[in-house]
């Protein structure tokens, strides 16, 4: 088992900026990827970026250039760093890794932006 747990979520601006951190326990060696996702109500949960044990990354087209994923390896720690948050970015956001045999989901974390 793997455990997640989120933190740096709140209430910012449009135009501010934010970082996310996900700290992971218990089965770490197995995992792969870990990344974000993001939920509001009524709407499915969505891939905001994802990075590999390898540095690979990748990113939701609504927030290239905007947001950064970073995983130091050695604190078992995945960021996403926010920039010219919109409002549209308001959600819960999750934090997420896998072993390739199974998901593994934080608790969410919300991030409000007002306009």
């Known amino acids: 088992q793997v455990q997640l747990v989120e933190s740096g979520g709140g209430l910012v601006q449009a135009g501010g900026s934010l970082r996310l951190s996900c700290i992971a326990s218990g089965r770490i060696f197995s995992i792969d990827a870990m990344g974000w996702y993001r939920q509001t109500p009524g709407k499915q949960r969505e891939l905001v970026a994802i990075i590999t044990k390898g540095g690979s990354t990748n990113y939701a087209d609504s927030v290239k250039g905007r947001f950064t994923i970073s995983r130091d390896n050695a604190k078992n720690t995945v960021y996403l760093e926010m920039n010219s948050l919109k409002p549209e970015d308001t959600a819960v956001y999750y934090c997420?890794?896998?072993?390739?045999?199974?998901?593994?989901w934080g608790q969410g974390t919300q991030v409000t932006v007002s306009s």
């Open positions: 997420h890794a896998d072993d390739f045999s199974f998901d593994f």
